[in-house]
């Protein structure tokens, strides 16, 4: 086991607070607020920011419209059903009064015939 030392416990400790120290220097390397590429940073994200919040409407409107659309369909083909079943009922009926129109027909055709059949046996 090569790798592994017997370190004390001071070494340890001073390790620990150089990664501290090292830490603490990486951290404060950072360039702050008043930096003018913190700005640009800044800038870029808002720019960026601003656009997603474009897109995002964008879609949102492209949505909305399509909805419209979908319920504008649904509204013309629900008027396009109740339309064709009124003319489907109009048509039933109009068949039912033919229907009647035929039945009285034959009944007054037999009702002839009847007679007549009546009138040649007396």
Do not use: C, H, W
Request: aromatic share 4%.
């Amino acid at each position: 086991m090569n790798g592994f030392k017997n370190a004390g416990l001071s070494e340890r400790l001073s390790t620990a607070a150089d990664a501290k120290k090292a830490l603490l220097a990486k951290f404060k390397a950072q360039p702050g607020v008043n930096d003018p590429a913190f700005a640009e940073r800044e800038e870029a994200r808002r720019a960026v920011r601003i656009a997603r919040e474009a897109r995002e409407a964008e879609r949102q409107a492209a949505r909305e419209a399509r909805k419209a659309a979908e319920l504008e369909a649904l509204q013309a083909q629900q008027a396009e059903k109740v339309a064709r079943e009124a003319q489907a009922a109009q048509e039933q009926a109009e068949q039912a009064e033919r229907q009647v129109a035929m039945a009285a027909e034959a009944k007054a055709a037999r009702d002839a015939r009847y007679a007549a059949r009546k009138a040649r046996n007396r």
